[in-house]
């Protein structure tokens, strides 16, 4: 392995980390060493695929290893906080998947783990690294778009339907961390109601519509389900010169800026009433990427300089944090719930 290398280990090759094993198997700046996964069929996939990666049942050899300095964890979410801790724990740096950790507790926990041992600890918010969202941030930073007054998003499917955790958990990760980073602020209050229709039993929600409230009376409206006819992931932007929105699932127009406001009563004389604006309509040219890809590069540039990711640990936390108030709310008839501090 060169010096420019980084020797990495990736653990859960399933359905999401078998496009991060394509990812390192392909980046120059990284050597796949390891691939870690306890089911027979996903080894056996991996190992005629890459027949120069080591295959393992479990992640113990790989971080044993001194070549191996970057952990990437794309297992189900409940066993995330003890692989992470494992490899934290070993001496390597952790990338994780959403959500970083099934309680605030276990995210503060390797937040604390990380910077005690200083390690680089990143969590899987994909969105942060999709180009029409980083074009949505640039345009807030200019001011462009005025003050984000409030923002909504939609993630509906038919499926996937995950057991060990329910559309708030598993969906609104990206909508969170995109609103914490649009708003450069952490929630402070959250109000969810859901339902439960596919396991009851289980109690485990199909659909969720929260309300995530910002320091200054801002809000994020975040609706999520596995249980919908559409394939929608939009993202509506508001502000007080511009609005934005954001369609993932639209080929060639992902991101549209509305040049569109209202100048409010106060501003305008009786006679005037309020002015509507309706302006142009544009669709910013994306240079568009691999989100994943440019997530991967960004973990091996922060394993490298040693500089925080965009996506950092205390980004995983704090979205766990506004997990946990959601579901605090989901178990109390949609009450608003603080965001715990810390
Ligand atoms: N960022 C994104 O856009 C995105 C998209 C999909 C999934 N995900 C996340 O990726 C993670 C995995 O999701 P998935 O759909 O690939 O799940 P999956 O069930 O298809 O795959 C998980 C894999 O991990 C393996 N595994 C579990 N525990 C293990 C352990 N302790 N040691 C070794 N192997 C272990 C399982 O055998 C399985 O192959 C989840 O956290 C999910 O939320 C993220």
Redesign the pocket.
Known sequence: MSEQTTGVAI?????????HVRNYAAMPEAELLYV????P??RLRIEAAYPDVTVA???RRALDDDAVEAVV?????P??Y??ALQALRAGKDVF????MALSSAHARELCEVADEGERVLMV????LYHPAVEELRALVVAGELGEVLYLYAQRLNLG?V?RD?NAWW?LA??DLSVANYLFDADPEAVSATGATFLQREQNVEDVVFATVHYPGGRIAHVHVSWLDPHKTRNLTVVGDRKMAVFSDTSPDQKLTIFDKGVEPPAALSYEQGVRIRTGDIRIPALRMAE??RR?CEDFLRAVRTREAPRSDGRSGLEVVRALEAGTRSLRNRGVRIAVEEG
Do not use: F, M, Y
Request: with cysteine; net charge negative.
């Open positions: 653990v859960g090759a399933g359905g999401w980390g078998k496009n870690c996964d306890r089911s069929d996903v049942d479990n992640v964890i794309a297992t189900d979410a066993s995330h003890a692989v994780v998947e959403k959500p899987g918010h994909l969105l996937v995950r955790e598993s990760p990206h989100p994943l997530e």
